[in-house]
């Protein structure tokens, strides 16, 4: 039988793309599967565009957030998930009509690995003038072991897939880390996490999804974004550090030297910085430092407290906006 699937959707204030989304979304072919929308928006556009997918999308469900941030609304899917197989994708991506069964056919080829990640296909863009993240996987692996994740890439929670009673066993997504949280590297965390507790992770090449996010170079906040990268990477070696693993300073080594590595010398001897690439050693040297300003817990490799993990900060449908009020997670059978 076809594993159930649950297909998730953060989002956040982008109608526009949410509905170029639930468009791909309503193409897809598969058996067994439903969708979950989060929606942290500020307005009720996101709603009310959902609404019009009924019909297309019959096993839709809207789910609606105060909280901000992205790791929250991940882990508020991993509690209230139907399938046994949860699929993320980010609210400005598409995929082909085949593409949950080749989620399924891959946790079917791998009945032992709990995290999958596949590849991130920027769409067609000029590259001169914008920026699409993505993540390109020329062969797939399996990663065994926390030294594995130096070869991990540019892995992507754009396209992130995961057995849903395993991964609650590994904890929560760490709401210190992904958009709208202190630290941008949700997903490198969570595979990390994966690794530190025995489980191995898949990368594989034969599940794509396309990513629309553009980003023009002249845009203040893409020169951030990319910054935020390698001040992510640092303050995560840093809690990994703090919290005892042992693999912690070969790890904090090897992304300093990998980092070195991306630094076009010429440049940055000559005081040329920009485009000499030697800004993500800084920050990543930065991000080290900011690590040991948050607080750990040491037995979950999670920042912050254990409260900051128990909300339940939903607005019921029919409440207007401005009128906040706190309910009870979704639950299923």
Same mark, same amino acid.
């Given at each position: 039988?076809?594993?159930?699937?649950?297909?998730?959707i953060?989002?956040?204030?982008?109608?526009?793309?949410?509905k170029r989304?639930?468009?791909?979304?309503?193409?897809v072919?598969?058996?067994?599967?439903?969708?979950?929308?989060?929606?942290?928006?500020?307005?009720?556009?996101t709603?009310?565009?959902?609404?019009q997918?009924?019909?297309?999308?019959?096993?839709?469900?809207?789910?609606?957030?105060?909280e901000?941030?992205?790791?929250?609304?991940?882990?508020?899917?991993?509690?209230?998930?139907?399938?046994?197989?949860?699929?993320?994708?980010?609210?400005?991506?598409?995929?082909?009509?085949?593409?949950?069964?080749?989620?399924?056919?891959?946790?079917?080829?791998?009945?032992?690995?709990?995290?999958?990640?596949?590849?991130?296909?920027?769409?067609?863009?000029?590259?001169?003038?914008? =920026?699409?993240?993505?993540?390109? &996987?020329?062969?797939? +692996?399996? %990663?065994? *072991? @926390?030294l594995?994740?130096?070869?991990?890439?540019?892995?992507?929670?754009?396209?992130?897939y995961?057995?849903?009673a395993?991964?609650?066993?590994?904890?929560p997504?760490?709401?210190?880390?992904?958009?709208?949280?202190?630290?941008?590297?949700e997903?490198?965390?969570?595979?990390?996490?994966?690794?530190?507790?025995?489980?191995?992770v898949?990368?594989?090449?034969?599940?794509?999804?396309?990513?629309?996010?553009?980003?023009?170079?002249?845009?203040m906040?893409?020169?951030?974004?990319l910054?935020?990268?390698?001040?992510g990477?640092?303050?995560?070696?840093?809690?990994?550090?703090?919290c005892?693993?042992?693999v912690?300073p070969?790890?904090?080594?090897?992304?300093? =030297?990998?980092?070195?590595g991306? &630094?076009?010398?010429? +440049?940055? %001897?000559? *005081? @040329?910085?920009r485009?000499?690439?030697?800004?993500?050693?800084?920050?990543?040297?930065l991000g080290?430092?900011?690590?040991t300003?948050?607080?750990?817990?040491?037995?979950?490799?999670?920042?912050?407290r254990?409260?900051?993990?128990?909300?339940?900060?939903?607005?019921?449908?029919?409440?207007?906006?401005?009128?906040?009020?706190?309910?009870?997670?979704p639950?299923?059978?």
């Amino acid at each position: 039988m076809a594993p159930s699937i649950t297909v998730a959707i953060p989002t956040c204030n982008r109608p526009v793309d949410i509905k170029r989304c639930l468009d791909s979304l309503s193409l897809v072919r598969y058996s067994n599967w439903h969708v979950l929308v989060i929606d942290q928006s500020d307005h009720d556009e996101t709603r009310i565009l959902v609404d019009q997918f009924r019909e297309r999308l019959p096993y839709l469900e809207y789910c609606r957030m105060a909280e901000k941030g992205l790791t929250r609304a991940r882990n508020l899917a991993l509690r209230s998930a139907q399938g046994e197989i949860l699929a993320f994708i980010d609210d400005d991506c598409t995929v082909e009509p085949c593409w949950l069964r080749d989620v399924a056919a891959a946790f079917m080829r791998h009945p032992e690995i709990p995290l999958i990640f596949g590849q991130v296909r920027p769409v067609p863009h000029d590259p001169k003038r914008c =920026f699409i993240p993505g993540h390109e &996987i020329g062969k797939g +692996r399996i %990663l065994r *072991g @926390r030294l594995a994740f130096l070869r991990a890439g540019s892995i992507m929670g754009a396209s992130m897939y995961l057995r849903r009673a395993i991964c609650m066993q590994v904890g929560p997504y760490d709401v210190y880390a992904g958009p709208g949280a202190k630290f941008n590297i949700e997903d490198r965390d969570y595979a990390y996490r994966h690794l530190s507790a025995g489980y191995p992770v898949l990368l594989t090449p034969r599940i794509t999804v396309a990513h629309h996010g553009a980003r023009l170079y002249a845009h203040m906040s893409t020169r951030a974004l990319l910054r935020s990268y390698g001040f992510g990477f640092g303050a995560q070696d840093m809690k990994f550090l703090r919290c005892g693993d042992r693999v912690a300073p070969l790890i904090i080594v090897g992304h300093i =030297f990998k980092m070195l590595g991306f &630094i076009v010398w010429p +440049r940055a %001897l000559s *005081g @040329r910085i920009r485009g000499s690439h030697s800004t993500w050693i800084v920050m990543y040297f930065l991000g080290l430092l900011a690590g040991t300003r948050v607080a750990v817990m040491r037995d979950t490799g999670l920042w912050g407290r254990l409260d900051e993990y128990n909300s339940t900060d939903l607005i019921p449908l029919g409440t207007p906006t401005p009128c906040i009020a706190v309910v009870e997670a979704p639950s299923h059978p």
